[in-house]
């Protein structure tokens, strides 16, 4: 990387060693006083964006939905070109995290970025970050619940699964995660280190059974196979809607940013973490997609099929080996959903630190034993909680309500990244793109518009209340309300991220 006073030199060119990493020095610089312990090391950092990309729970959660829209030829060369476009949002992301390492990271250095109205700017993506990470913990852990029924009624074919138990397991697992995450970050550190080994590991076990045990695979022209069973007549507005497979995917990665403050040399694991997450990504997920992708038997029933993935396994492997399989499902769902709600917390912390949520003297409290944001940590349990008790009557319900969580997550990326396009003296941490930092920024952000909007199109035809996409109200309702409360009362109150003191006088306050 270059140093801060080079901005010109070649980009990503490691400097650690000529650069002074003063993590402490760096918050205090920002405003802040330290309150919560470093120990994330540069795995660590890694470990909890790959564990909430998760390519296990995003592919077998969404492969379905490709099959109709695209077939083969959008889940493989569509995974290609998004995980690029992807890489361009990270490496714009990183940059900036390399020069705001702190836990607020999207609505912080939004409100740093900004030439003016810095505290709407930083409002409006704290809580489009906010929603989409509640959002995604809901949605992971109803997944995860889904599954864990799929299992049981394979398992013991007299098993009927009902909407009201599939909430009661989602809340369960809800619980175990808030647990884990109100002990200490050593703990979820560790989790975080088993999870990588555990999606690495399982996908390796999937991809080798599906290799080796069936019969017979497809032939290898078949990754240019398209299928059209959306409804609509247009082939283009297919594929281009089979791209949402691998964006759904690839969310999440921000988590690296929100544990900055925990993350030894944080401005320059931070951003490293980030583009590990998601390169490192992009290539397991390839192979465990071209590995489902061949291992398909009878392509009609299997896309008309509950859950498409789990009958490949089926049809392909057997149920017995099957089930084994989605054993591994379920625990890279859990591992995702503990990850996320951990960078969900961090979030919380840092956004009611500077006073923008109802009761901020609560949430951003530490615990003095654990050293972690516990009363946080439970507010991102109920929210997501709140989330999901609406699939008690109604599946549209919660599809509505959890839709906006990869448009808001998005959203949230892009706006700290447009503005820094927009910034002609953006001073740049240790980690930085040199010249390429504002093509790279232009890149992601006009690859954010275009996936936010595939987000809110309609995706089946005819439209029906079941299979209407609900994000664009969700999205508006988000908006709305966060207007009408800016304009009502937070305007007079938040002008954006809060300094706290001098260096020296918030060093004071650090907790020991």
Not at 192 to 220: D, E, F, Y
Request: aromatic share 12%; proline share 4%.
């Amino acid at each position: 990387m270059s140093e801060r006073t080079s901005r010109t030199r070649s980009p990503i060119r490691d400097r650690e060693s000529s650069v002074a990493l003063d993590d402490d020095a760096t918050l205090h610089a920002m405003g802040y006083p330290r309150k919560l312990t470093r120990r994330f090391h540069a795995f660590d950092n890694f470990a909890i964006s790959f564990t909430i990309i998760n390519i296990i729970s995003g592919i077998f959660s969404a492969f379905g939905f490709g099959m109709g829209a695209g077939g083969p030829r959008i889940l493989v060369f569509g995974w290609i070109g998004v995980s690029v476009m992807v890489l361009f949002v990270g490496a714009a992301m990183g940059e900036i995290a390399s020069a705001y390492p702190t836990s607020g990271a999207l609505y912080f250095s939004a409100g740093k970025l900004a030439k003016r109205h810095r505290g709407a700017w930083s409002w409006y993506t704290g809580w489009l970050n906010f929603v989409g990470q509640v959002g995604g913990t809901a949605a992971t852990n109803y997944a995860a619940a889904t599954f864990i029924q799929a299992f049981i009624g394979m398992q013991w074919s007299s098993y009927e699964p009902t909407q009201q138990q599939t909430v009661a397991i989602a809340t369960a697992i809800l619980l175990v995660q808030a647990l884990a995450n109100t002990y200490t970050v050593q703990l979820v550190a560790l989790v975080n280190r088993i999870s990588v080994w555990w999606l690495l590991v399982g996908m390796v076990v999937i991809v080798v059974a599906l290799t080796v045990k069936p019969s017979s695979h497809q032939p290898v022209s078949f990754a240019t196979h398209f299928v059209n069973s959306t409804g609509f007549s247009n082939g283009l507005y297919a594929a281009m809607l089979g791209l949402l497979v691998t964006s759904w995917t690839f969310t999440g990665f921000d988590g690296s940013f929100h544990m900055s403050e925990e993350t030894v040399k944080a401005t320059v694991n931070t951003p490293k973490g980030i583009m590990r997450a998601i390169i490192y990504s992009a290539l397991a997920g390839l192979v465990l997609m071209l590995a489902l992708v061949y291992a398909i038997r009878d392509y009609a029933s299997e896309l008309q099929a509950a859950a498409p993935p789990v009958q490949i396994l089926v049809d392909a492997l057997g149920a017995g080996t099957a089930k084994l399989l989605l054993l591994i499902v379920i625990g890279a769902m859990l591992f995702c959903g503990l990850a996320n709600m951990t960078s969900n917390t961090r979030q919380i912390f840092a956004f009611s630190r500077d006073g923008a949520m109802p009761g901020s003297r609560w949430w951003h409290s530490v615990s003095l034993r654990t050293r972690t944001p516990v009363k946080a940590v439970w507010l991102a349990a109920a929210c997501a909680l709140v989330l999901i008790i609406p699939a008690l009557w109604s599946h549209t319900a919660f599809t509505a309500i959890v839709s906006v969580n990869v448009v808001g997550l998005y959203l949230a990326y892009g706006v700290p990244i447009f503005l820094r396009l927009r910034l002609s003296n953006f001073e740049p941490g240790p980690w930085n793109l040199g010249r390429f930092g504002k093509p790279v920024a232009a890149i992601a952000v006009v690859w954010i518009a275009l996936s936010s909007v595939l987000f809110m199109l309609p995706q089946a035809s005819p439209i029906t209340a079941d299979n209407f996409n609900y994000a664009p109200i969700a999205l508006g309702a988000v908006l709305l309300i966060a207007t009408v409360w800016w304009f009502a009362t937070a305007r007079r109150r938040f002008q954006g991220p809060v300094s706290y003191g001098s260096p020296d006088e918030v060093a004071a306050m650090d907790l020991i």
